[in-house]
C-alpha cells in the first residue's frame, strides 16, 4: 500500500468511528437536546410543579381568551391528540394567534401551565397573502394546513 | 413621498430588516476590501524581493527550489501589475 | 491525479482571469437580487415585511455550511495527497465561512425577534450553527499557532475533518429534535414550500453570494501563494 492510501484509509475510518460516536452520544442526550415537551409528554408524563419546562404545539382554536384590563391570556396548546390549558400575562410574539405553532416555557401546576414566556414558532410555508387568500376560498387551505401539521413538530410526538 | 416612508417602515419591521441588510453589507465589503489589500501588499513585497534577487550577482538557481520559485513567477507577476 | 494542478503558477494562469468575470458576475447579481428583494418579493402571508430578513439570512447561512464543506475537502486533500495548493485553499476559505456564519447568526438572531419573540434560543439548530462559527475559529487560531506553517496545516486540517460531523447535524437538526426553527423551506422531500415569487429572489441572491465566494476566495488563494513564494525567497536568501 502506497503512503498515500495509507493515510485515505486512515482518514476515512477515523471520520467513521467519529460519525458512530456522534451518533451514540446524541441518541443518549436526545432528551436533552429536544426543546420543547408536546402536550401529550406532558399529559402523559405529569412533570411536578418543581419542574421548569416548555410546552410547545399549535395554539387550539377558539382557546384564546383575554381578560379585559390586564395583559393576562388564557388559552390551550395542542398537538391535535392532547392539549394542555395555559396561562400567561406578558407581550405575545407577532406571529401567535390560533392554528400557529408557539413554544411556552414555565411551569405545570394543577394541570394549568402557568408560562412565563411564549416563544412563536413558525413552518416552512412562505407566500404572499394573496396566494394565502386564494387557497383558503378556494378550500385547499385545510388540506394544506393539515399537510402543515404533518411536516411540523405537532403530530410527530403525539403520535409517539 | 408616503410611498418612500412606507417602503422605509418596512411595515413596522424598519428596526430588525435594515440592520440585517446594513452588517451583511458591512461584513462583506470589509472582507472584500482586506482580502484585496493584503493580495496587493504581499504582490508588492514578492515583486521587491524579486528585483533583489535579479540584482544580486548571478549564481545558478537550485532546482530543488522549484516549483514555487520558478524564474517566469516574477515577470508574470509584474505583468499583472 | 492532483498533480495536474499542483503548480501554483499553472493556477494562477488558470484563474487570474476568472477573477474580473467573478467580480462583474457578482456586482449584476448583487444589483438584481436586491431589487428582486425589496420590489418584486411580496410580504409574506404571516410574517409581513420582516421575511426579507430572509434573503439574506438563507444564502448566508447556506454559504457558512457550503464553505465548511469546501474547506474540509481541500484539507483532506492536503492531508492525504500532501497537495501543498488544496492547504492554502482550505486556509483561504476558512475567514469567509466565518464571516457567511456569524452573518446567518446575527441576521437570524434580528429576524428571531420579532417573529419568534427572541433573539436567542439554545435550540439545536441555532446551537449547531455557533459551534460551526466555534470550528471556523478554532482552525483559523489553530493554523497560526505553529511557527512551521506545514505543521500547522496539519493540526487544522485533523480538526476541520472533526468538525465536519457538525454538517449533517446543522442541516437535519430541525427535523431529528423538536426546535425552534422551522424545517427546511428549499431544500427538502416534496419541493419547496416557499411560493416562486420568493424562491426565486432567494436564488438570485443565494447566486451573488456563491460568485462573491469564488471572488474573494481567489483573491485569498492568490495571496497565499504570494505569501509562500515570499517566505522561499526569504529563506533562499537567509541561506545564500
Not at chain 3, 96 to 119: C, E, R
Not at chain 3, 196 to 212: D, E, R
Request: proline letters at 5%; hydrophobic letters at 50%.
Amino acid at each position: 500500500m502506497k503512503r498515500k492510501h495509507k493515510r485515505l484509509t486512515f482518514v476515512v475510518i477515523a471520520l467513521l468511528l467519529l460519525a458512530g460516536a456522534a451518533a451514540l452520544v446524541l441518541t443518549a442526550f436526545e432528551e436533552n437536546i429536544v426543546f420543547f415537551h408536546s402536550p401529550t409528554d406532558v399529559v402523559t408524563k405529569h412533570p411536578g410543579p418543581d419542574r421548569r419546562l416548555r410546552l410547545g404545539g399549535l395554539v387550539e382554536e377558539g382557546s384564546v381568551e383575554k381578560e379585559a384590563g390586564s395583559a393576562m391570556v388564557r388559552f390551550r396548546i395542542t398537538d391535535l391528540a392532547n392539549s394542555v390549558p395555559v396561562v400567561y400575562q406578558g407581550i405575545l410574539p407577532d406571529l401567535f394567534r390560533e392554528g400557529q405553532g408557539v413554544v411556552a416555557e414555565g411551569r405545570l401546576r394543577d394541570g394549568v401551565f402557568q408560562a412565563d414566556g411564549v416563544l412563536a414558532k413558525h413552518d416552512e410555508n412562505y407566500m404572499p397573502p394573496e396566494v394565502a387568500d386564494a387557497l383558503k376560498q378556494s378550500g385547499k387551505w385545510d388540506e394544506m394546513s393539515e399537510t402543515m401539521k404533518r411536516q411540523g413538530h405537532v403530530t410527530k410526538d403525539g403520535a409517539k | 413621498m408616503d410611498a418612500v416612508t412606507d417602503f422605509l417602515a418596512m411595515g413596522g419591521y424598519a428596526a430588525f430588516v435594515w440592520p440585517c441588510f446594513a452588517i451583511t453589507a458591512v461584513v462583506m465589503v470589509a472582507l472584500l476590501v482586506q482580502s484585496l489589500a493584503a493580495l496587493k501588499s504581499r504582490e508588492a513585497t514578492l515583486r521587491a524581493l524579486q528585483q533583489a534577487e535579479e540584482a544580486r550577482p548571478r549564481r545558478r538557481r537550485t532546482p530543488q527550489a522549484a516549483p514555487d520559485s520558478t524564474p517566469d513567477t516574477g515577470a508574470e507577476v509584474a505583468r499583472e501589475a | 491525479m492532483f498533480n495536474r494542478f499542483a503548480n501554483p503558477n499553472r493556477f494562477l494562469r488558470l484563474s487570474r482571469p476568472l477573477v474580473p468575470v467573478m467580480a462583474w458576475a457578482t456586482v449584476l447579481l448583487m444589483a438584481a437580487g436586491l431589487y428582486m428583494t425589496f420590489f418584486t418579493a411580496p410580504a409574506d402571508y404571516q410574517q409581513g415585511q420582516s421575511v426579507r430578513i430572509m434573503y439574506v439570512h438563507v444564502p448566508s447561512a447556506w454559504m457558512g455550511l457550503f464553505c465548511y464543506v469546501g474547506m474540509a475537502v481541500a484539507a483532506a486533500v492536503g492531508l492525504i495527497w500532501r497537495h501543498s495548493l488544496a492547504d492554502l485553499v482550505a486556509k483561504a476559505t476558512a475567514p469567509i465561512g466565518a464571516a457567511f456564519t456569524f452573518l446567518s447568526l446575527v441576521t437570524g438572531s434580528l429576524w428571531g425577534k420579532p417573529m419568534w419573540g427572541t433573539y436567542w434560543v439554545w435550540d439545536a439548530r441555532l446551537t449547531s450553527m455557533l459551534v460551526l462559527l466555534f470550528l471556523y475559529l478554532g482552525y483559523m487560531a489553530l493554523q497560526n499557532a505553529f511557527d512551521d506553517p506545514e505543521r500547522g496545516f496539519k493540526a487544522s486540517a485533523i480538526l476541520v475533518l472533526v468538525g465536519v460531523i457538525n454538517v449533517p447535524i446543522i442541516k437535519f437538526s430541525v427535523d431529528w429534535w423538536n426546535t425552534l426553527h422551522q424545517p427546511a423551506s428549499v431544500i427538502k422531500a416534496g419541493g419547496p414550500s416557499i411560493h416562486p415569487s420568493m424562491l426565486w429572489p432567494l436564488l438570485v441572491m443565494s447566486l451573488a453570494f456563491t460568485t462573491y465566494y469564488v471572488w474573494v476566495l481567489l483573491l485569498r488563494v492568490h495571496a497565499e501563494i504570494a505569501a509562500s513564494k515570499i517566505r522561499a525567497l526569504r529563506m533562499r536568501q537567509a541561506s545564500a
